[in-house]
C-alpha cells in the first residue's frame, strides 16, 4: 500500500522499520512465556504487552539513531529458539474455536494494516513500520490457547511464532535494500525468496535443537 502510495523510497524506509519492529514479536513472546510459567492469562498479557511497548520505543529510537540497528533481531531470535526448549505435554487438551480465532487473526491484521497506512503521513513510514511488528494476532491467541489449552500450549505456540521471526526480518531487511535499485515487483519476489530460504533453515534448525 506505501509503495503504491507514497513510492519506493518511502516503503523502504517503512521496511527499514519494520525489520526493528520485529524486536516486538520477540519480546512478546519470550515475556508472555516466561510470566505464563505462574500467571494467568490476563496478568501474563499485561506483562507481555508492557515488554512489547518498551521494545518499540527503543526500536524506533535505535532506528532513528542507526537505520539498520533492527538486523540485531537475527541473532536475538536465533538465541531465544536455542535456549527455549519445548515441553512435551500428552494431557494438554485441543485448542478450542478455531474458526473463530482465524477470523480474529484476519480482522486484526486487516485492521493494523489499513489503520498504519492511514495513519503514514502523521506517523511517518519508519515508525509506520515499526508499529506493523505489533503482535496483535500473538496478544489475542495467546491467552485464548492458555486459557482453554493450559501453559504448555501456549509456549508452544509462541515458540512456533518465534521461528518465523528471522525469516520476516530478512524480508523486510531485503526488501529495504531492494526497492529503490530494482523496484516494487523485482524487490518483493527477492525478499519473499529470501525470507522462505531462511524459513525453511530456521524450521530445520529448530527442529534439531527441541
Known sequence: ???????????AVTAQGAL??????????????IASARATPLSSLVAALVVTAGLGAGA?????AFTWSGLAVLPMALVALRLWRTEQDPTTAPTK???????????LAGVLV????????LLGAGLVGV??????????????IHRDAGSPAARSMLRGGLTVVPGT????AVLAVTLVPLGGPVAFATAGVA??????GVTRWGDRIR
Open 1 to 11: 500500500m506505501l509503495l503504491v502510495a507514497e513510492g519506493p523510497s518511502a516503503a
Open 20 to 33: 526493528a519492529g520485529q524486536v516486538m514479536v520477540l519480546g512478546f513472546a519470550c515475556a508472555y512465556a
Open 60 to 64: 524506533h529510537v535505535a532506528t532513528g
Open 97 to 107: 474455536r478455531p474458526g473463530a480465532q482465524l477470523v480474529v487473526r484476519a480482522v
Open 114 to 121: 489499513a489503520g498504519l497506512s492511514t495513519a503514514s503521513h
Open 131 to 144: 508499529l506493523a511488528g505489533v503482535p496483535l494476532v500473538m496478544s489475542v491467541v495467546a491467552p485464548s
Open 169 to 172: 526480518a530478512t524480508f523486510a
Open 195 to 200: 525470507m522462505a530460504l531462511v524459513n525453511v
